[in-house]
């Protein structure tokens, strides 16, 4: 709205001239959605403590859970997801379909996450909308933003599947590129929701991942960096880098609150927003592989999980003493913050790694 209205005065103040420049957006899209979660997280805090919106805990995880975490405030991803499209519609240039489709995906799954939290704290029990249910919505959520995409974007290089590390390997997934898109967008979301198991655990990486990300839609959308680093050009998604902005400064700010000893939890509603917005913007600029290495830690703790139950399934033996893994190194006696901190340490690498990718080609 504001970029809108700034540009439009470029004539009579050159001055606004500034706000074209997309870099200094999405500087201004980190600090607007960054003072956004800041000013609103305390009150909504308050608010959720009040109403007793809290999550229950997990009863067959850590005891310690039970006793430290119980009563916190949960959906917190509402505070997130509000400096997201706040700082998005400030700065972006809203007549950029990807631009909106970003938004689709970050507002549906958030309320289908919404929903999910509610039914956790109405029936009491850490189940909440069973899994068909949740699976459904988001199968139906990331095909229509597939559809919007195929659509009425303009892009020519969307059904095709670009891999690191190699200049020329190129697979055009034709008919394929659907339920290949929707296994990124529905996997990202739940992936993110499983790291989601211990304070500040997901926040970190899910904003290493935004960042890392910022960077690839600003140079897949320039044609000099794009042609300097052999990537594929695609017109406008340069777009996106706001959007990505937005998400790194409100995980900055939600991380103040969500950091050990968490004051608020950020819930299915955070977490399936954050997953399948990423998942998006790495469809969008054809980087799905990258954001399986640069997002590898959410890869490694649904593979935990997958693991666990086929073996118990096949064996009725467990590989890990509880799954998601991080809650295997609870079991082990490692302290919540030594598991956070090496896990945050794992994802700054993994991110260094899938950057890497951009000029190892």
Known sequence: M???????????FSFFN???YLTFRTGLSVMTSLIIVFLIGAPLIKIFSEKMITGP?????P?????????TPTMGGVIIIIGIISSTLLWADLTNIYVWTLIFISLSLGALGLIDDMLKIKLKNSSGLKSKYKFTGQLIIGAMALFILIKYSNHEYLLNLYFPFFKNLVLHLGLF???FGLFVIIGASNAVNLTDGLDGLATVPVMLVALSFTLISYVVGNTIFSDYLQIQYIPDVGELSIFCGSIVGSCLGFLWYNAPPAKIFMGDTG???LGGSLAAIAIIVKHEIVLAIIGGLFVLETVSVIIQVISFKLTGKRIFKMAPIHHHFEKKGWAESTIVIRFWIIAIILALVGLATLKLR
């Not at 005891?63 to 009563?71: E, R, T």
Request: no cysteine; aromatic share 12%; charged share 20%.
């Open 2 to 12: 504001l970029f809108h209205l700034f540009t439009s005065l470029v004539d009579q």
């Open 18 to 20: 500034v706000f074209k």
């Open 57 to 61: 805990i997990r009863q067959d995880g």
């Open 63 to 71: 005891i310690d859970h039970i006793v430290k975490k119980s009563g």
């Open 177 to 179: 590129f659907i339920p």
């Open 271 to 273: 977490s399936l927003s």
